[in-house]
């Protein structure tokens, strides 16, 4: 199992940034994929969070109306669009899934809300 985030980077607030998730080594449409993010100091918590199929999603309530979490099971590649980002969005956001009970997760990939 392997999943490699992409798409971080420096943004000012109230700009916009698209995260990407590439998986392999396991049937991606059968899953649920995850966005966490650890801030500096803090516990790395959940942000969004969707069904392999159907698109159900979940957001963390300090998200909700402003990140849209999405997948392509065709490019088996999860997707976490972020607009109106927040110096609070600042973290290291992390790709996750859970495989019979195991914990995968990507390297992360830094974002940084600031002026």
């Known amino acids: 199992v392997q999943l490699v985030e992409s798409g971080g980077g420096l943004v000012q607030p109230g700009g916009s940034l698209r995260l990407s998730c590439a998986a392999s080594g396991f049937t991606f449409s059968a899953y649920v994929m995850n966005w966490y993010r650890q801030a500096p100091g803090k516990e790395r918590e959940m942000v969004a969070s969707?069904?392999?199929?159907?698109?159900?999603?979940t957001y963390a309530d300090s998200v909700k109306g402003r990140f849209t979490i999405s997948r392509d099971n065709a490019k088996n590649t999860a997707y976490l669009q972020m607009n109106s980002l927040k110096p609070e969005d600042t973290g290291v956001y992390y790709c996750?899934?859970?495989?019979?009970?195991?914990?995968?997760w990507g390297q992360g990939t830094q974002v940084t809300v600031s002026s």
């Open positions: 996750n899934t859970i495989i019979f009970g195991r914990n995968y």
């Open positions: 969707i069904i392999g199929y159907g698109g159900s999603t």
